[in-house]
């Protein structure tokens, strides 16, 4: 074992190999079942519940904003049927806005042309006519909010009564409010005028009017009923009107409160219509990568397969989560795209581990070699893949949580379909297979080594021979070596094993983390509302000019006071006025003139009065009275500012607004709500400040600190996963190395890319942690596990094992997530982009980067640097232990005198590499690998040949069996099953060494059994490529050697890989 735990390794494969042998044997019902499973869980969708609402989505769960609103509204709760004031509201509620601007590009609207359509326009939303589902009617007359029974209007449209003089120059019209001489209303311009140019005070020219109609919601019915078709039927006819051209001068951008829900749904059903052409690419790569020239071990149909594997398994898991009472969002619908990446994955692994099993094996064994060694690979990928998303489901954003339990239910699906369904159908293509039937028409056909012989057409050979020869399978014919991997092997290897070339590696490493570092520093944070919306939206044009009219005056902020403060005291008065000014000399807060303070002005207006008020506030209970008679009468707005307790005889809490200035950009926003916060923490009063969009601020404050603890939490995680399934500290710290550099990359380079640091993006860098393992992991564990001398020689071996699938795997998830970049949305824009910037930095780290720095730094061997490889004696006696020499010789009782044989000198028919468990798509098969080691020892000539044979005829010549002196049977695997081939063989060859070597009445030894085993062997073990060569014993003597030990089951058993690779008999 020695570094090595690998207990979970061991049990992982004793278990997959036992599932293997089951499944090979009855595939049908790991077929049936998960179908059946899949039709009872879809089942679920009947009660799927979609949560669209964006506050609840894109807030933080616990965030202050919220615990903010909570106290507001515990004081101040607001009455949308009689007491209505906009600067008041908790919640946005039910609401149409507009912003007009000129048609003509011109840059004042204070024209009577403009006010004439804007009058039109207010008539035409007041007067429309809403029809419910129930075919009710209604106005906004019968639903409008009201103060003081009166609705909601937008005063500022009375200017056109005097629009006319203002036009003329006749009239001046004086910032910041001003009174109507014609009506007398105070018309408080920052609210309805955006982007107004100012000279002295007086308003020069205005290019943005906005209006807005608030609904009643104080009922759920007016809420979720009446409003919300109110709302509806607004942004309808707005639309159609300006749609239609109606009016001449203006242009209008609307917006409601329902816009974000109605966005969410578009972007929604515009990702829908590419599952179908997302599966059809995945089918056509799948199939296409499968294919081999080979028309019976090519398996297109489960390529396709692997695909309808994933589809039913995602399809089945989110059909549990609805059954578990999970609400659906519209981002989920990016996970079956990951999914089927995932998945065809997991193909490309089980297929090639399928490959590397012997053919001559069974079904149910082969199937349980394939399963067996794919494990490690498909299951390390899928939990960490299952790990990343289940840390995101502790974020304290909504919207996370959920995709995260959909997501990572799908990885589990996926994992279980592939060991079921999949496994299933690999297994009767493996009967088919095993009957030399072609992989599309299902008739048997030849071997391309008998299509030869037997003088088929090209036609036929090309389009229908494959699979290998029964009788002959070891012939180089039917197995061949994959170009691409000898491509990686070779090419690949030797180009990165250059000095040059690993320093322009390096190079290029320190310029991407250079450019990475640079994104971090320029990172954005804050999911801005428009990205919600699609690009072609109508909400994106008032979004732009919200942007470019409305943020010099944005939010009316609201500072709360709760507790039984004696405001009378001049200290609490002091106390109060201190804080208003603190918050009023910040850079956020405008000055005085647009703060409403009710005790400012009331103790204000009693001082400047007192003349004739008479009236004293030096004592709580004449403070109150005042405050009620003369300040917070009904039609006062200050009346909605101050509450008492039920004797009504002190205020237990009071409320002042102040405005917010020159707010622009989600950092400024979150500048602000932490310095106003501050600012009212630091104060000796219990206050507290609020404006509705708070709740979506505070996403702003957590996104960055939570992102890091998931990344910092998650490389952890992805660590310690590593090391259970590749138990070697070395390469765990180096897994970490390439999750920490991939994760700098993706962040880096998203800032780069146009990505904002939000809640869309947090999933991706929760999604990334997993999926940045599973590429470096699997380049790590091979190069730690390679047996070769030289790291050059260890860099040829992981490429050659890996460097196909990576491109593969690569390849796969790329597609599968090509298809979000045409939804022409941010959210799903960014899951393309991210995921496209870990696919492709894993793939470079896994196929450049690491394999330069652990050539140059990484240790040479996961194992001690003594083998603990326990030699028998007769091993120790030679020069090479590696090599198992020929058995000393007696010649009439002494020892043979001749020369010796040299040992190195011996031809070896068999190689074995080990495998490292990680798959491969290529046609790499057991007898493949076999064909490369006997390339790589064609070096021998014919006289060398000759001489082989020259030396075992003498070595053999006129001698008995007693004479052959070994030390004893050699135990050379661990493996259960291999020690009982050995016994197995031992016995067979116990029998055929009676019959034909010994005298009759001679006595055995164990050492002559043992002679007997290893000199026995099968035609096939003499084949040379092209060539074939039966060596015949000789007539005098007739000493057979057995054929080879077959590989182990489990690729985890050969632990030393030059000394089984050298262990091959002449």
Request: net charge neutral; aromatic share 12%; charged share 20%.
């Amino acid at each position: 074992m020695g570094c090595r735990l690998t207990i979970v390794d061991d049990v992982l494969n004793r278990s997959f190999y036992k599932l293997g042998l089951v499944v090979g044997r009855q595939p049908g019902y790991f077929i049936i079942i998960p179908i059946l499973l899949t039709l009872l869980m879809i089942t679920g969708y009947q009660r799927i519940h979609y949560e669209m609402d964006p506050e609840y989505l894109f807030s933080p769960v616990s965030g202050q904003g919220k615990y903010e609103r909570r106290i507001v509204e515990e004081n101040f709760k607001v009455n949308y049927s009689h007491r209505f004031n906009v600067g008041r509201i908790t919640r946005a509620g039910r609401f149409g806005r507009v912003i007009i601007v000129a048609k003509d590009n011109n840059t004042n609207m204070l024209r009577t042309e403009v006010w004439k359509e804007l009058r039109q326009l207010d008539e035409l939303v007041q007067n429309m006519t809403v029809t419910m589902p129930n075919g009710e009617t209604f106005t906004y007359k019968d639903e409008c909010a009201r103060w003081e029974g009166q609705c909601f209007v937008n005063d500022i449209l009375n200017l056109d009564k005097i629009i006319g003089e203002v036009e003329r120059g006749e009239l001046n019209l004086t910032f910041p409010i001003m009174f109507n001489p014609v009506t007398w209303e105070a018309h408080a311009f920052p609210v309805f005028f955006g982007g107004s140019k100012v000279v002295d005070d007086i308003i020069v020219s205005v290019p943005a009017v906005q209006l807005v109609w608030f609904v009643r919601t104080d009922t759920k019915l007016q809420l979720d009923g009446r409003g919300a078709a109110w709302e509806d039927a607004f942004l309808d006819t707005v639309g159609i009107a300006e749609d239609t051209g109606r009016f001449k001068h203006i242009s209008v951008a609307r917006f409601a409160s329902r816009t974000l829900d109605h966005e969410l749904e578009k972007n929604t059903r515009t990702v829908i219509p590419f599952f179908s052409s997302t599966f059809i690419l995945m089918g056509i790569f799948s199939i296409v990568t499968c294919m081999m020239g080979d028309w019976v071990r090519s398996k297109p149909w489960l390529g396709l397969l692997g695909n309808i594997s994933a589809v039913m398994a995602t399809a089945a898991a989110f059909g549990c989560a609805v059954y578990l009472g999970i609400s659906f969002i519209g981002i989920n619908l990016a996970a079956p795209f990951l999914m089927i990446g995932i998945g065809i994955d997991d193909t490309f692994v089980m297929l090639a581990a399928w490959r590397r099993a012997s053919p001559k094996l069974s079904v149910p064994e082969r199937m349980g070699i394939m399963l067996s060694e794919a494990a490690v690979s498909i299951t390390i990928t899928s939990v960490t893949d299952m790990l990343s998303f289940f840390i995101g489901i502790f974020s304290p954003f909504p919207s996370v949580q959920i995709f995260c339990m959909y997501s990572g239910l799908a990885v589990c699906f996926t994992f279980v379909w592939h060991l079921t369904f999949f496994a299933g159908c690999v297994a009767i293509s493996g009967y088919r297979e095993k009957q030399n039937r072609h992989t599309i028409t299902w008739m048997k056909v030849l071997p391309e080594s008998r299509a030869r012989k037997e003088e088929k057409s090209w036609m036929y050979r090309i389009f229908c021979s494959g699979g290998i020869d029964a009788a002959d399978p070891d012939n180089p014919v039917d197995n061949k070596e994959h170009c691409i991997m000898a491509f990686f092997r070779t090419t690949m290897a030797d180009l990165l094993n250059n000095n040059a070339v690993k320093a322009l590696v390096i190079v290029v490493f320190i310029a991407y983390l250079a450019g990475a570092g640079y994104g971090v520093t320029n990172l954005k944070e804050g999911l801005e509302r428009r990205k919600l919306s699609k690009v072609d939206s109508y909400s994106v044009e008032f979004f732009d000019r919200e942007d470019l009219y409305y943020r010099e005056f944005p939010y009316r902020i609201q500072v709360v006071i709760c507790g039984e403060y004696n405001y009378s005291d001049p200290k609490i008065q002091d106390e109060v006025e201190a804080l208003t000014k603190s918050l009023e000399n910040t850079s956020y807060i405008s000055n005085s003139l647009y703060t409403e303070s009710w005790l400012r002005t009331f103790v204000d207006y009693v001082s400047r009065n007192n003349d004739y008020l008479n009236v004293t506030i030096d004592n709580e209970d004449d403070f109150i009275q005042n405050l009620k008679e003369l300040w917070l009468f009904p039609a006062n707005p200050f009346s909605l500012d101050v509450k008492f307790n039920e004797e009504g005889n002190r205020i237990v809490a009071s409320r002042f607004l102040v405005q917010a200035v020159n707010i622009s950009g989600t950092n400024h926003e979150k500048e602000m709500v932490r310095v106003l916060r501050n600012v009212v923490a630091q104060s000796p009063l219990n206050a507290s400040v609020f404006h509705p969009y708070f709740v979506f601020f505070d996403q702003f404050e957590l996104v960055r600190p939570t992102s890091l603890q998931n990344l910092c939490y998650g490389a952890l995680m992805m660590m310690i996963t590593s090391f259970v399934f590749i138990p070697n500290i070395l390469c765990s710290l180096w897994v970490a190395f390439s999750i920490i550099s991939i994760e700098i990359g993706v962040v880096g380079y998203m800032a780069l890319w146009d990505i904002n640091l939000d809640s869309i993006s947090m999933i991706n860098l929760i999604m990334c942690i997993g999926f940045s393992v599973d590429f470096t992991a699997h380049i790590c564990y091979a190069y730690m596990a390679s047996k070769a001398k030289s790291p050059d020689d260890k860099v040829s071996e992981c490429l050659y094992s890996l460097g196909l699938p990576i491109v593969q795997g690569s390849f796969s998830t790329i597609l599968g997530v090509v298809a979000l970049l045409l939804a022409d949305s941010y959210i799903f824009s960014v899951f393309f982009k991210m995921v496209f910037m870990v696919i492709f930095f894993g793939a470079m780290h896994g196929l450049f980067l690491l394999p330069v720095l652990l050539s140059l730094f990484g240790p040479g061997s996961c194992t001690r640097k003594k083998d603990d490889i326990k030699m028998s004696k007769l091993e120790k006696c030679y020069p090479n232990p590696y090599c198992i020499p020929h058995p000393q010789l007696v010649i009439n009782d002494q020892i043979y005198n001749g020369k010796n044989l040299n040992p190195n000198g011996i031809y070896k028919i068999y190689g074995d590499d080990k495998d490292l468990g990680i798959g491969t798509s290529g046609e790499d098969t057991s007898e493949s690998s076999s064909n490369q080691s006997q390339r790589r020892q064609i070096g021998d000539d014919e006289k060398g040949r000759k001489k082989y044979d020259d030396g075992w005829k003498r070595s053999g010549y006129n001698q008995s069996t007693s004479q052959f002196q070994p030390s004893g049977e050699l135990d050379l695997y661990g493996h259960d099953m291999d020690r009982n081939w050995q016994r197995q063989r031992y016995e067979e060859n116990h029998r055929v060494f009676d019959s034909h070597r010994k005298p009759p009445g001679a006595t055995r030894t164990r050492d002559d059994d043992w002679i007997s085993s290893t000199r026995r062997t099968s035609d096939a073990d003499q084949r040379r490529e092209g060539t074939y060569r039966v060596m015949r014993a000789h007539s005098h003597h007739n000493i057979h050697r057995s054929r080879a030990p077959r590989r182990s089951n489990s690729h985890h058993n050969l632990e030393h890989l030059d000394y089984v690779a050298e262990m091959r008999f002449p």
